[in-house]
């Protein structure tokens, strides 16, 4: 990122230098947990097949025009989610009460973060359980304990989510740019080669018809109401929108650069990442008898199963979970920047200071899901533990809403005409279509998807 700039049309937190470091920036968000850790255990918990449809259309058709709305409102806006918002709202001479929208976000990327820290702890943990040699022949109750054991162990969980807590405010409070992107230009081409290595051993050693069956045989009668509200939630989490993420790094984006092309490019990868990660695991799981609904532990289950039956296996497990640490890492990073740039302009702090609040609040939240595993496993909610609440409460309930009022406000309350000089001046077909997924589309399936699951249409 260049250097602040301090007039009122301006970013003040700095740009990003190049096109390039944009989108390794966004990619880098979305590519994460959710593509590697989340996508494969969701869709085994909701059947597969099925699952897998409504989660690539929800991708294309409502996450996609809504990440090209959020890069939109940031870079008009030029501030912090919520600021951002307010301006462009004040601008179309509609209600500064848009800002909530944005407050909102911040709020649903502090919770997320809480507990993807703990995840990514995991993971953390897994490069030294690895190196240790403990997955070298393992067989299924071998990862199967080992796994329990770490997930179980509150104190270890705790380290390792401190530690993942404090390398990520580290490069929030440097200032978004320096390190990421040097970072994500190397490390994402070597987790994608990694996991094309991970395939073709899937596909010699596993099940893989039975892995490719499950995961593309669609069967709408496993698919219930709730599994749809699920694919939806992923559809945003995995491309990091509806909480701003993506409108904070677009606050950031040089005038002259081209939002259409560089999200295709991110969403295609970001869904390519996912189908390889599921095509990967399920083969294995199903040709080692581990369960496809194990939940939250089925990466950290299968995967070293591969790593044990593989020569040179003990470097590939720590290769592995280096590479998904620090995918973890740059997802993080964007989950935290929309709250600390609006605290940095909202208290007029530094931002090494707002880092360091903002990093405490967060890790004390996380402790919910580090006991969730261990201490309170039995303490449930509606019948889901801290963890699956809080999962289920960002995922399902905040990023759709906070995506919903996104699409909305960008298509039809911001000016259509400044719209079309920040998109397409010659309003082509991308522009129309973007209108229209965005003005009908994304919004429609939304509250269908909304109603559907809380049995609107039944009762
Ligand atoms: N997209 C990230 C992932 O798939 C998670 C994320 C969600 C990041 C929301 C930012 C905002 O892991």
Same mark, same amino acid.
């Given at each position: 990122?260049?250097?602040?700039?301090?007039?009122?049309?301006?970013?003040?937190?700095?740009?990003?230098?190049?096109?390039?470091?944009?989108?390794?920036?966004?990619?880098?968000?979305?590519?994460?947990?959710?593509?590697?850790?989340?996508?494969?255990?969701?869709?085994?918990?909701?059947?597969?097949?099925?699952?897998?449809?409504?989660?690539?259309?929800?991708?294309?058709?409502?996450?996609?025009?809504?990440?090209?709305?959020?890069?939109?409102?940031?870079?008009?806006?030029?501030?912090?989610?919520?600021?951002?918002?307010?301006?462009?709202?004040?601008?179309?001479?509609?209600?500064?009460?848009?800002?909530?929208?944005?407050?909102?976000?911040?709020?649903?990327?502090?919770?997320?973060?809480?507990?993807?820290?703990?995840?990514?702890?995991?993971?953390?943990?897994?490069?030294?359980?690895?190196?240790?040699?403990?997955?070298?022949?393992?067989?299924?109750?071998?990862?199967?304990?080992?796994?329990?054991?770490?997930?179980?162990?509150?104190?270890?969980?705790?380290?390792?989510?401190?530690?993942?807590?404090?390398?990520?405010?580290?490069?929030?409070?440097?200032?978004?740019?320096?390190?990421?992107?040097?970072?994500?230009?190397?490390?994402?081409?070597?987790?994608?080669?990694?996991?094309?290595?991970?395939?073709?051993?899937?596909?010699?050693?596993?099940?893989?018809?039975?892995?490719?069956?499950?995961?593309?045989?669609?069967?709408?009668?496993?698919?219930?109401?709730?599994?749809?509200?699920?694919?939806?939630?992923?559809?945003?989490?995995?491309?990091?929108?509806?909480?701003?993420?993506?409108?904070?790094?677009?606050?950031?984006?040089?005038?002259?650069?081209?939002?259409?092309?560089?999200?295709?490019?991110?969403?295609?990868?970001?869904?390519?990442?996912?189908?390889?990660?599921?095509?990967?695991?399920? =083969?294995?799981?199903?040709?080692?008898?581990?369960?496809?609904?194990?939940?939250?532990?089925?990466?950290?289950?299968?995967?070293?199963?591969?790593?044990?039956?593989?020569? +040179?296996?003990?470097?590939?497990?720590?290769?592995?979970?280096?590479?998904?640490?620090?995918?973890?890492?740059?997802?993080?990073?964007?989950?935290?920047?929309?709250?600390?740039?609006?605290?940095?302009?909202?208290?007029?702090?530094?931002?090494?200071?707002?880092?360091?609040?903002?990093?405490?609040?967060?890790?004390?939240?996380?402790?919910?899901?580090?006991?969730?595993?261990?201490?309170?496993?039995?303490?449930?909610?509606? +019948?889901?533990?801290?963890?699956?609440?809080?999962?289920?409460?960002?995922?399902?309930?905040?990023? =759709?809403?906070?995506?919903?009022?996104?699409?909305?406000?960008?298509?039809?309350?911001?000016?259509?005409?400044?719209?079309?000089?920040?998109?397409?001046?010659?309003?082509?077909?991308?522009?129309?279509?973007?209108?229209?997924?965005?003005?009908?589309?994304?919004?429609?399936?939304?509250?269908?998807?909304?109603?559907?699951?809380?049995?609107?249409?039944?009762?």
């Amino acid at each position: 990122m260049t250097n602040k700039i301090n007039n009122s049309k301006g970013s003040l937190h700095g740009y990003w230098s190049s096109r390039i470091s944009f989108i390794l920036a966004v990619a880098g968000s979305a590519v994460g947990l959710g593509n590697i850790w989340k996508f494969p255990y969701i869709a085994g918990v909701n059947g597969g097949g099925a699952f897998v449809l409504v989660y690539i259309l929800c991708v294309f058709l409502i996450g996609l025009p809504i990440l090209v709305s959020e890069i939109l409102i940031g870079r008009m806006g030029r501030r912090n989610p919520a600021s951002s918002m307010e301006a462009m709202a004040l601008q179309s001479s509609s209600s500064k009460k848009w800002a909530f929208v944005g407050l909102m976000g911040i709020l649903s990327g502090v919770l997320i973060l809480s507990y993807y820290s703990v995840i990514a702890g995991w993971s953390l943990a897994y490069i030294f359980e690895s190196f240790s040699g403990t997955f070298v022949n393992a067989n299924s109750t071998i990862v199967e304990e080992s796994f329990f054991s770490l997930s179980s162990s509150w104190k270890i969980t705790m380290f390792w989510h401190s530690l993942f807590m404090i390398i990520t405010a580290y490069v929030v409070s440097k200032g978004v740019a320096e390190g990421l992107e040097k970072a994500v230009r190397l490390l994402m081409p070597l987790l994608i080669l990694l996991l094309l290595i991970l395939l073709v051993y899937s596909a010699l050693e596993g099940e893989f018809i039975a892995g490719l069956s499950f995961m593309f045989a669609p069967r709408f009668h496993d698919l219930t109401a709730d599994g749809i509200l699920v694919a939806l939630g992923h559809a945003f989490f995995t491309l990091s929108v509806g909480m701003g993420a993506i409108m904070a790094y677009g606050a950031y984006l040089p005038d002259n650069m081209s939002i259409g092309r560089i999200s295709i490019s991110v969403v295609l990868a970001d869904t390519f990442i996912a189908l390889i990660s599921g095509l990967v695991i399920f =083969p294995i799981v199903f040709a080692n008898g581990l369960d496809p609904e194990a939940g939250p532990g089925l990466v950290f289950m299968s995967l070293p199963m591969a790593f044990g039956n593989l020569p +040179g296996g003990i470097g590939l497990g720590v290769i592995f979970f280096t590479l998904l640490s620090f995918a973890a890492w740059t997802s993080a990073i964007s989950l935290m920047e929309p709250a600390v740039a609006w605290a940095v302009e909202k208290f007029k702090i530094q931002r090494v200071t707002a880092s360091f609040f903002i990093c405490l609040i967060i890790w004390v939240f996380g402790l919910g899901t580090v006991f969730s595993f261990s201490l309170l496993s039995d303490f449930l909610l509606l +019948g889901r533990n801290i963890f699956d609440n809080l999962d289920y409460l960002t995922s399902n309930i905040l990023l =759709p809403l906070g995506g919903l009022m996104i699409v909305i406000f960008a298509s039809w309350v911001v000016n259509i005409d400044s719209l079309s000089i920040q998109l397409d001046k010659s309003r082509g077909i991308f522009f129309r279509l973007w209108l229209f997924l965005s003005r009908y589309i994304a919004p429609i399936g939304v509250m269908i998807i909304f109603f559907y699951s809380v049995n609107i249409f039944s009762t």
